[in-house]
Each structure stands twice: as C-alpha cells, then as structure tokens.
C-alpha cells in the first residue's frame, strides 16, 4: 500500500449503497460505496456539523445531509445544493481484496 494510506474499514461491511463513519489519525470521516466504487470526505457537515453517514445517497455520487438537506459530491467533497455554502474535504481512497485504505485530502 502506497504511503500514507491507513486501513479503515472492511469492503465487506461497506456495502454498494452503504455509509459508514471512521476515524483517520483524529479526523471522522465518511466512507460510502457508490456502484462499487469507495469515496471518502468529512463526516461532519459544514452547515450545522450534522453526521453525513446518517445522510442518504441521491442520483450518482451525491450524498444528501440528513439535517437541512444540503447536497455534496462525494468525488470532490464540493457543495451542490445549499445551505452548506463551504466545500468538505475529500480523501484519497485505494482499495486492496477487501481492505478499504483512505490517504491523504485530495
Ligand atoms: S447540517 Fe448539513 S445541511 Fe445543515
């Protein structure tokens, strides 16, 4: 594994569909698998500090908060619809069997 990356999570506990919160060296962070496809961002909303994990996976990689409906794209972390007016970190992810790795903020 490239350096940098740390194991976070199991693939298969993260089901096409599924959310999940983990921690990264101090930082909550949003796994979610889309299509197969694993992306990582903040956890925390930037409106109001909501638990994106508890949010709901719209059309293709945007992520819906669950408290005001604020709208993310999971590839980059950037605001698509308001309240949220600042853009979320998103992370690099690898994965390896089923070994989910997140690395360094894009
Ligand atoms: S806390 Fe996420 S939209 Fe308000």
Not at 5 to 11: D, Q
Not at 40 to 53: K, R
Not at 57 to 71: F, I, K, R, S, V
């Amino acid at each position: 594994m490239d350096e940098g990356f740390e194991r976070v999570a199991a693939l298969s506990d993260l089901l096409d569909g599924d959310l999940m919160a983990v921690d990264v060296q101090g930082e909550s962070i949003l796994l979610a698998n889309v299509d197969g496809q694993v992306y990582a961002i903040s956890e925390t909303c930037s409106h109001e500090g909501a638990p994106l994990s508890e949010g709901y996976l719209l059309d293709g990689t945007c992520l819906e908060c669950p408290w005001h409906a604020g709208h993310f794209d999971l590839t980059d972390g950037s605001v698509l619809e308001a309240p949220p007016i600042v853009d979320l970190t998103a992370y690099a992810v690898q994965v390896d069997g089923d070994d989910i790795y997140v690395g360094p903020a894009l």
